[in-house]
């Protein structure tokens, strides 16, 4: 939550910070198909839908840039090289079905396609 925190914070002048209460994704926004396969309609009125959306983008941004970051549980290889090393690939796989299923955050099957994974 503080790296998210810390990148909303970074943005442009027009965003300020209220309050640090921590939400689920999946509390904010409901799932609708859209170009970025993530929700971005809020649930609650309050919640304005680009605020929704800044935070869809935020997590396609993480996925993308999670495909080239270096893995601890790769031993410190980048899912991309994981996928294309047929000694790895078990291993990425094993670690993508690992993750917990949570609506509207990360997906570990948007992963799956974009490293071409899919069987």
Same mark, same amino acid.
């Given at each position: 939550?503080?790296? &998210?925190?810390?990148? #909303?914070? /970074? ?9 640090? &209460? ?11 198909? %859209? ?7 809020? #649930? %609650?009125?309050?919640?304005? +839908?680009? !605020? ?7 997590? !396609?941004?993480? &996925? ?6 270096? #893995?601890?549980? !790769? %031993?410190?290889?980048? +899912? ?32 799956? &396609?974009? !490293? /071409?994974?899919?069987?």
């Amino acid at each position: 939550m503080e790296i &998210e925190l810390d990148w #909303i914070g /970074g943005l442009p002048m027009f965003v300020k910070i209220f309050s640090e &209460e921590t939400t689920t994704l999946g509390d904010l926004v409901r799932e609708r198909p %859209d170009r970025l396969g993530l929700a971005i309609e809020p #649930i %609650d009125p309050d919640i304005s +839908p680009e !605020l929704a959306r800044v935070l869809a983008e935020a997590i !396609l941004k993480f &996925e993308k840039d999670w495909l080239d970051d270096s #893995i601890p549980a !790769l %031993d410190g290889s980048t +899912p991309r090289n994981a996928a294309a090393d047929p000694t790895r690939r078990s291993d990425l796989i094993a670690l993508l079905k690992s993750f917990p299923v949570i609506e509207d955050g990360m997906s570990a099957q948007r992963i799956v &396609e974009a !490293l /071409g994974l899919e069987e």
